[in-house]
């Protein structure tokens, strides 16, 4: 099974920007960005394609965040801008291994540890 790896986080204040790296141990397939905030349910942000030519986002995070991979470095990035404080959390990487929907958890085969992101007002 695939190792997965964020890295990235901090704190950072409202309006700044900040990129997540996800690092693989081996070749991956469809992956994602997920976040948990506290006392909230994990909650699906943005997904890949193997190649990168497929993107998905949910209407949370359109048009301020960018998934992006490197397969030559096995990473995935999440580069976020305009953050603000709701969008402090926990922020996960995980690799899809079925096909249902971006945002079912149960499609997912392997997450990392997270990564914490703390936007201050």
């Known amino acids: 099974q695939v190792q997965l790896v964020e890295s990235g986080g901090g704190l950072v204040q409202t309006g700044d920007s900040l990129r997540l790296s996800c690092a693989a141990s081996?070749?991956?397939?469809?992956m994602a960005w997920f976040r948990q905030a506290p006392g909230k349910e994990r909650e699906f942000l943005a997904g890949i394609g193997w190649n990168g030519a497929m993107t998905y986002y949910s209407n949370s995070v359109k048009g301020r965040f960018t998934i992006s991979r490197d397969n030559d470095r096995n990473t995935v990035y999440l580069q976020m801008k305009s953050l603000k404080p709701e969008d402090t959390a926990v922020y996960y990487c995980a690799q899809k291994t079925k096909v249902g929907q971006w945002s079912d958890q149960t499609q997912y085969g392997a997450w990392g540890q997270g990564t914490q992101v703390t936007v201050s007002s």
């Open positions: 081996g070749r991956t397939f469809s």
